[in-house]
């Protein structure tokens, strides 16, 4: 018995009302939005971006996030049952079932509309939200950590987790006691890893990481790609490691040698290596405001017009 672990009885309920409760999981979800609205804010100030670019890029970006993140849920891990009952992709979600993995191909849709649509280069966009990814990221699993979610296995380590909230036994008492478990069936739950704190130390190192190369070394603008593919190494490669201390997400996981969130992670790190050798390979750009400077005279060709129409 590891009598170092520690007991976590946070509540994941943040407010009760009446029959709707409100979670600290959700409450996390908004701040990982408002963080990377903040930080990308400053990254368009930053390179003379006018303010309607982060607001076409946010609600782009936001929407690819969350039906992303949905549906791959519902078809890289329950496909079966969601294909069956695909009214449940949208009633079902307060039941849990948000994935990282498509999350990412949500973003990345989101980015070639929002590219396409503001006539910036992809690769631009790709390597900005880079930046704020993996901070997003780590905020999330702050959230799926106070949710008693994604637990690891049992651990005899001083900083194992007792996840009162996620263990049946317990989880029993807490419902019938008002959070009250006592402290004889607290001594027989095992501790586990918190996989999640692992996955937030990673993602904010990797956001610190980011932000250095793009401020520092304005990589962002100098090798185009490289920041997303240090993004994707970074956050896929922990994730990819931490799952081997992880209980499986689903019973059909149980005994293969890789579990699906590592095999969803591969794709997204080779991603990233070709994406760091393409930027590498390529010549450096001279011309750091280019992109930006073509944005703004269309911009700025487009408001005449729009200035045209209203005066007839």
Known sequence: MNILSIVWDWDPTLVQLGSLDIRWYGLMWAVAILAAERVCHYTF???????????????????????????????????????????????????????????????????WIFAKRNHLPFIWGIDRIAIVAPLSGAIIRLGNLFNHEIVGYPTDLPWGFKFLYSDPTSRMFWETNDGNVPAEVIAEIPA?????????????????????????????????????????IGIFLSRFFIEFCKEVQEPWEEGMALDQGQLLSIPFILLGIYMIVR??????????????????????????????KGKK
């Open 192 to 232: 586990r890893h918190p996989a999640q704190l692992y996955e937030a130390l990673c993602y904010f190192l990797v956001f610190g990481i980011i932000l250095w190369l793009y401020y520092r070394k304005d990589l962002g603008r100098r090798r185009p790609g490289f920041l997303f593919g240090i993004a994707m």
């Open 45 to 111: 100030k930053h390179e003379g971006l006018p303010p309607k670019t982060l607001e076409s890029a946010f609600v782009w970006i936001v929407l690819g996030t969350f039906v992303g993140a949905r549906l791959g849920h519902c078809l890289f891990y329950d496909p079966e049952y969601f294909l069956s009952h695909p009214l449940e992709i949208i009633t079902g979600i307060r039941n849990g079932g948000m994935a990282s993995h498509g999350a990412t191909i949500g973003i990345l849709v989101g980015i």
């Open 279 to 308: 930027a590498m390979m390529r010549p450096q750009v001279t011309d750091i405001n280019a992109v930006v400077e073509n944005a703004n005279r269309y911009y700025a060709s487009e408001e005449k017009k729009q200035n045209k």
